[in-house]
C-alpha cells in the first residue's frame, strides 16, 4: 500500500467514524458518550456537524479515532481464544467492566 491509498483509507475511515459517531449521539446520547469514550463537550459538537464540516475533518491526515484498549489486561481478555462458550461472554464482560470504568474515570 502507498501513502496515496494509506492518505485515501484514513480519510474513508475518518468519514465513517463521523458518521457513526454522529448517528450514535442522535440516537442515545448517554450511550454514544461511552462507547465513543468521548466527553459531552465533544458529542455536542460531533451532533451539530454539518455534512460539509465532516467531510473536511475527515479529510485530514491522522486518524480521528484510536483504540481505547491500552491495557495488556483487556487485550488479552478481548483476544483469550480457546476458550469455552461461556468463558469467552465472561471475560468479555470482564474487559467492557474495565473499559467502563476508565470511561468514567476520564469524565
Known amino acids: 500500500m502507498n501513502a496515496d491509498q494509506i492518505l485515501s483509507e484514513i480519510r474513508e475511515a475518518n468519514l465513517s467514524y463521523l458518521m457513526l459517531a454522529q448517528s450514535l449521539i442522535r440516537a442515545d446520547r448517554e450511550q454514544a458518550l461511552y462507547r ?3 466527553s459531552d463537550e465533544n458529542a455536542a459538537l460531533i451532533a451539530l ?3 460539509a464540516q465532516m467531510m473536511k475533518i475527515a479529510s485530514g491526515n491522522t486518524l480521528l479515532c484510536k483504540f481505547r484498549m491500552d491495557d ?8 483469550n481464544h480457546g476458550k ?9 464482560l470482564h ?4 473499559m ?3 470511561h468514567q474515570e476520564a469524565a
Open 100 to 102: 467502563a470504568g476508565r
Open 49 to 51: 456537524l454539518s455534512p
Open 36 to 38: 465513543l469514550g468521548i
Open 72 to 79: 495488556d489486561m483487556v487485550w488479552s481478555l478481548l483476544t
Open 84 to 92: 469455552a462458550a461461556n468463558d469467552i461472554t465472561t471475560t468479555r
Open 95 to 98: 474487559a467492557s467492566i474495565l
